[in-house]
């Protein structure tokens, strides 16, 4: 399904996508980052924070690291200033380098289990799926993200995978 080389592409992916949101967010005032904009999460700042503690729970589960600091019922706010985001999110997406580079293809067969606090509930699943939803989760919400900046006249960078620097 996935191999060693897709899992590294995609974790330079987020961390060159991330990069470029946090060029775009550093400088906006705090009250445009948790003004509710509609989104799934309201503001761009809960969801850069959701997107934090769920790369965080993935991780944990991947890697065997620490898992996040907050419980889920506190998962949007578990940065409190776009500063102390920007450094939580560069330090995961290390960790994300990190652990894809270690990667063997072994490592991506046979099936991953978990309990889930969100459901309270036990969880078996292909490793291969679980990897791949930690990288579409993140693209989905950085996609909200990025109309959100849209929406407020910032352009977030290009998206596209075939620019990413290096490939």
């Not at 967010?25 to 904009?37: G, I, N, Y």
């Not at 769920?54 to 996040?68: E, H, K, L, N, V």
């Not at 270690?102 to 991953?112: M, T």
């Amino acid at each position: 399904m996935i191999g060693v080389e897709w899992v590294r592409m995609m974790a330079r992916y987020n961390a060159w996508q991330n990069e470029q949101v946090m060029s775009c967010v550093r400088h906006l005032p705090p009250d445009e980052l948790t003004k509710d904009r509609g989104a799934f999460f309201g503001s761009i700042l809960a969801t850069l924070n959701h997107m934090v503690w769920a790369d965080t729970s993935w991780m944990s589960r991947f890697d065997g690291g620490p898992g996040p600091d907050v419980p889920v019922e506190e998962n949007t706010r578990c940065c409190l200033t776009i500063g102390a985001w920007e450094a939580a999110r560069f330090q995961l997406d290390g960790r994300i380098k990190v652990w894809a580079a270690g990667l063997r293809e072994l490592d991506l067969v046979g099936d991953l289990t978990w309990h889930s606090p969100t459901y309270n509930a036990d969880y078996r699943k292909p490793m291969a799926i679980c990897v791949t939803q930690l990288f579409n989760h993140q693209t989905h919400h950085r996609g909200q993200v990025h109309a959100m900046l849209t929406s407020i006249g910032l352009d977030p960078g290009i998206t596209d995978l075939p620019f990413l620097p290096g490939s």
